[in-house]
């Protein structure tokens, strides 16, 4: 193993686990609390210039520890200020993350996994296949690229991320222990301060990890729907036939009866045009929706080469959207945002690995005619 490797990663620390780090070094507490906001509030990767720790302790978080941050290959900005970034991980894949910014918030939605293994039918990401859990200092050096790209290292930050959701790549309930240390930093006053509100999680629906999320954080939370009975639904999210619609319903109400205030669940539906999108498709989610408190968001699809589907006409979700806003139900339609610069979560990845391939063969081949 490599000098590098074996060094630890402050970057991926909890604040808890800063806290064992410097004790096992024999200091005091305040000074996980230095470190957190050295890295996550100043942007700094040089221990020298964490001029509030001594000497001799900047000289031994050199030689066994480091602030290794992800490396981005690839970044855009839409016409409309949206940005995305693909991170390529140790061993070569990639990961997406893509900042949204609103009036009154800026939104980051952040990935989990390097691809997924769920396979919905509806996701470009499922049809990457999996690759593997990104670490807690990959998941939260997404939210550190996005947050210190407004602004020069070692300058404290300006809070333009609002709130973060944890609906990028991969089901970030199948990576508990990581998402959940990387939630807490992000919540975490040292670090990036954010309600626990302003924090969601979205899940497919695995409930036995749903009810130990309960026990130990309280995000905001948002289950990825798409269908309103285990039929198609089954046909939409494979999980389904697991963990079927009355149970994840169950699972969802007791989530929120641990939370200490009233929040509401988000239900996320994307809209296929002759799939989910019929009236009576909206009845049924009616009746269903009546048992959880709830915001339902209508995400119109976005279309993807080889999907099979198509995205449903502005009418068609009108009419969708109103018939539920006439039952009383909380409704929002998802804007398409930065489609100049990507379409769904996960093509991104897809077009820069394809070219970063195609790129390496090209230098491949002249290398073999020069040696020719």
């Known amino acids: 193993m490599s000098e590098t490797s074996e060094k630890i990663n402050l970057l991926g620390l909890s604040p808890s686990k800063m806290e064992a780090f410097f004790a096992e070094l024999g200091e005091k507490k305040f000074r996980a609390q230095q470190m957190l906001k050295w890295i996550h509030q100043f942007g700094e990767a040089d ?29 855009d900005i839409s016409a409309d200020g949206t940005r995305k970034w693909v991170m390529r991980m140790p061993g070569g894949s990639s990961i997406e993350t893509v900042y949204i910014p609103e009036k009154d918030r800026g939104t980051l939605c952040v990935s989990s996994q390097i691809g997924c293994s769920l396979d919905c039918s509806f996701c470009s990401t499922g049809k990457q296949g999996f690759n593997r859990d990104l670490t807690v200092a990959e998941i939260i050096g997404q939210v550190y690229v996005a947050a210190m790209s407004f602004h020069a290292p070692g300058e404290r930050r300006e809070r333009k991320i609002t709130n973060v959701v944890m609906m990028g790549m991969g089901e970030p309930l199948l990576n508990f222990d990581n998402v959940v240390d990387a939630m807490q930093l992000m919540m975490d006053d040292n670090a990036y301060g954010l309600s626990k509100r302003r924090v969601t999680i979205s899940t497919s629906g695995v409930v036995p990890m749903l009810d130990k999320l309960g026990d130990v954080i309280d995000v905001s939370l948002a289950v990825s729907l798409h269908a309103p009975n285990d039929a198609l639904r089954d046909q939409l999210v494979p999980l389904n036939r697991k963990y079927p619609i009355k149970e994840l319903i169950a699972a969802t109400n007791r989530y929120l009866n641990k939370l200490a205030d009233r929040r509401k669940a988000t239900i996320e539906y994307t809209m296929i045009e002759n799939v989910n999108d019929s009236l009576e498709h909206a009845q049924e989610l ?87």
């Open 47 to 75: 221990f020298e210039k964490m001029t509030n720790m001594g000497k001799g302790l900047r000289a031994k978080l050199a030689e066994i520890s480091e602030i290794r941050l992800p490396e981005v290959v690839y970044e």
């Open 286 to 372: 009616s009746e269903l929706m009546k048992q959880v408190p709830c915001k339902i968001n209508l995400i119109p699809f976005n279309p993807f080469p080889n999907s099979g589907y198509k995205r449903p006409s502005n009418n068609r979700v009108y009419r969708f959207r109103d018939y539920l806003l006439s039952q009383n139900h909380i409704v929002t339609i998802r804007s398409t945002r930065g489609d100049d610069i990507d379409a769904a979560c996960g093509q991104l990845v897809g077009r820069v690995d394809d070219r970063t391939r195609r790129s390496a063969k090209y230098i491949n081949a002249v290398q073999l005619d020069s040696n020719q």
